[in-house]
């Protein structure tokens, strides 16, 4: 069957699935959910399969122990695709219910993926509370990450081979599985002889609040509801402002002072205390938010910031690596004072900007005119286009040559636009093979303008911190004295002046060692952005080299070497702003190039491993 019909089938199968779940009687109604998705194809190999059963059992035994009693799914994927078990808590029998699979056959793992909205999408709502934390239903996914063909359903029975592993089968496998992941978080455990880690971190990393579990930590994940109550039972995650370790460690000795955490459930219940945004009810997700808006893209607020603005973290930015250190585009108006944000990573988040109520003046993020660059996609949020070879709209765009800003991208090749002069409109890029746009070069000089003229026509109000002069915010102090950085350059502090939410122009502070003073609170290590006696070069294990115009390699300094390996780790297609010598440049990692955000001079990066030298 095509692609569309294979689709349509495997949707009616979840949706049977999740009839014959309403029958079952042995679910615990106020429970978490867990969606496990097994793989026993032969790309496993015989050890990969045995190690799948291992790591499904560590955690059904982990289950078992605890007072909170999780609700199991089970659905095997390989000769067979299909539902083993529904949701349950008989976890002998969810154990034993491997005994009966069959090693072997294809990997349909996009099947599998489609059963699984059986019981996180057609199966009503099953988001447990625990105290002030809704959990959502989560998958588990034990796997290779090496998808077959789902559409050929007598092609199960076929044994897998690297020649069945297509690009189009990975493709709607990560399609589907970033659909599901916006709201529901997978978590991947990768096993087998050879598994494909690219795809596995992309799948955990795009999802909400998903992560690559390793055979090492399938006990400890297993304790992941436990230590979600603990960290509800804090007073203190529901009120803090700040990303402070310290504070939550305290809040947890003294709230449990005779119970004995091991360092692993701490690190489990800071990361849960640091990301409580992903424990909202539906209807505050972050991600449904735009849905929920009658004009989603509507401006709503002259006095804010324009829609298909760019922006980046601001100063009080408190959602962890929410962003992946890149920048994101404004695709929405909330409410006053909160603005909806899509991040190139993929993630749509709310944010404070200047809201008025108990955390007055709060800037979650600031302008920049950064562009979004693609490196796979055809279009995505934050792109500048043009009016393109089947324009058919007359003057919507404002006149030909007039560049606009893609804020909303739909699968079904429809794009919505933001034209320099205001209208908001919906235009095909590749819908019934049309293409009213056409991608506009983000280095062009129309295109510079375009991106900073948004940052100087948003009205800010300096007295109420939305625009902040760097030689009175930044200070530092060495030892007991402080004393205020004004020694910038006459032609850094015009570039500040004109645009000082821009973190591409932002001029990198050589400070004295000691604690690095921003907006009146210490912080004791200095940004990657800030570097505190001229950089560290020690070669690591995973080491970036770049190569400068004499021909000679140079390692990136230590901090920067660590935020480029951070954000690779994350997804090896996204990109990263580094400083070296005063000089910005964007690092491109799936084309190994850096690219000069003034200039617009390429030059080659490499990762080099085993602490070697290229």
Known sequence: MDFNHAQEYWNSQAVLEAKKSCGVGYQNVRSPCNVFILDTSSSLGKDGFAQMKEMFSIIIDEYATQDIKENVAV???GRHTKFLRHYSSHYEDIK???????F??????TAAFFLSLACVKYGGDRIHRIGAFCVHPRIIFISDGRPTSFTNLA???????????TENDTDHLLQLTRSIGKKTPIFCIPVGRNPDMTTLEFISGQSRGGKIVFASEARQFAKYSLNIRTASMLSFTMDNDCNDNERILTSLACKFPDKIFTEMDQKDIIDICLRKYLYQSVSSMKDEIEDKTESPHEEKYPQMPRLGSRVRRGRDWRYDDHDNYGPGTIVSHLKEGTLLVEWDNGIKSDYRFGTKSKCKNKYDVQLCSEPRILVSELIATGCLVTRGKDWIWGSQDGGAGNIGSVISVHSSGVVFVRWQHGLISNYKF????????????PFSP???????DHVKKTPFDSRDGAQVDVDESNNCTDGNSSSTINSLSEKNSESVKT??????????????KGK???NNSVVENATPDIETDGPTFTCAMNQWWWKDCEGKWNPYSREVNERINKCYKRDPKSTVIVAIKDQSYRVVMAKNQQINQTTRDISEIKLVTNWSCP
């Open 155 to 165: 092609s199960a029975f076929v044994e897998d081979s690297p020649l069945d592993e």
């Open 430 to 441: 590749g819908a019934d093979g049309c293409f009213d746009l056409e991608i506009s070069d």
């Open 104 to 109: 072997g056959g294809s990997s349909p793992l």
């Open 516 to 518: 690095y003073f921003k």
């Open 499 to 512: 645009s000082s939410f821009d973190s591409v122009n932002r001029p990198i502070l050589h400070v004295t």
């Open 446 to 452: 129309e295109a510079i303008k375009f991106l900073q």
């Open 96 to 102: 034993h219910s491997l005994d009966e699979v069959e």
């Open 75 to 77: 659905i095997v994927c």
